[in-house]
């Protein structure tokens, strides 16, 4: 494990590139001139990694434990990884996934920020998140270790939705009695960037549901990409208005100020964490993909 390894939420960004949100314009580079930056619904802009020591420590504290929760999940041998052998009828050895490495937050986190971070944060930060943890196997990392063909990057999209629908059915819904403005209700979507932070309502999250289901549908009929990329523009704000809540969440579990209704919901914030980043990887493959036909 290692800090110059990829990884969700974080990709190589080129020293003079154009850096976006990550649900619209995004500039990445694989050239000796780029860097690493992290990227959260916080900071959609991206944050450099050799800029962190300069940042606040609520800047520091919030961008690890965004880049933890989208990478980490408990400790759990039963889940595995990949299937390896030397052929497809191998026995024995090629029938058994690997075992999951048992790790601890602080050794996590210290691989990926010691040189950036301040010892004190990463201490605070490991302490909240004790046990023993794992990578987190499924979807892939990151759309940049996608082969860029057509059929590589449908089957990918495929993935990841797969592992969408998941997040998001595991999420509760909003309660009907909020201010119904933004998505749903009798008002149009905010604009991506500045939707409401709240869940989605019941009525919102079949909608997303039925919308991930039609851009699978969509790929597995071979429809053409700007297809499914209108498809997507329906679901991104969605996607959006759910890291913005999980934004202000992770705030109040890292200030240990949440009140009863955060704390019940702070259980959460993985789920809506990797939502987030799979959403904003989803839409970059869309792009490329865009690109292609």
């Not at 009798?186 to 500045?194: R, V």
Request: proline fraction near 8%; glycine fraction near 8%.
């Amino acid at each position: 494990m290692s800090a110059n390894q990829p990884s969700r939420g974080k990709v190589r960004r080129q020293s003079r590139g154009v850096f976006g949100s990550p649900f619209n314009t995004v500039g990445f580079g694989v050239g000796s001139a780029t860097e690493w930056a992290y990227l959260s619904s916080r900071f959609p802009t991206g944050i450099l990694r050799n800029a962190l020591s300069q940042q606040p420590d609520e800047t520091q504290r919030s961008v690890a434990d965004w880049w933890f929760l989208a990478n980490f999940e408990p400790f759990d041998r039963a889940k595995g990884g990949p299937h390896f052998g030397f052929d497809k009828d191998s026995a024995g050895f090629g029938q058994a996934p690997f075992a999951p490495v048992p790790l601890t937050a602080s050794t996590i986190l210290n691989a990926e920020f010691a040189d950036v971070v301040d010892n004190v944060i990463l201490d605070g930060l490991a302490a909240r998140h004790p046990g023993e943890w794992m990578h987190i196997t499924s979807p892939p990392v990151s759309f940049q270790n996608t082969p860029q063909t057509d059929e590589a990057i449908r089957q990918d999209l495929v993935r990841r939705l797969e592992a969408l629908e998941r997040q998001i059915q595991s999420l509760p819904t909003q309660p009907k009695s909020v201010d119904r403005h933004g998505i749903g209700g009798n008002h149009p979507p905010s604009d991506i960037d500045t939707p409401l932070p709240r869940l989605l309502l019941k009525a919102e999250k079949a909608e997303a549901l039925a919308l991930i289901s039609e851009c699978r549908s969509g790929i597995s009929d071979r429809a053409p990409a700007k297809a499914i990329a209108e498809l997507w523009e329906k679901l991104k704000p969605y996607l959006a208005s759910l890291g913005l809540f999980a934004a202000v969440l992770l705030g109040e579990a890292l200030k240990g100020s949440a009140n009863q209704i955060g704390s019940d919901l702070i259980q959460h914030l993985p789920d809506l964490v990797q939502a987030y980043d799979n959403g904003a990887t989803i839409s970059q493959l869309i792009k490329v993909l865009v690109g292609l036909g």
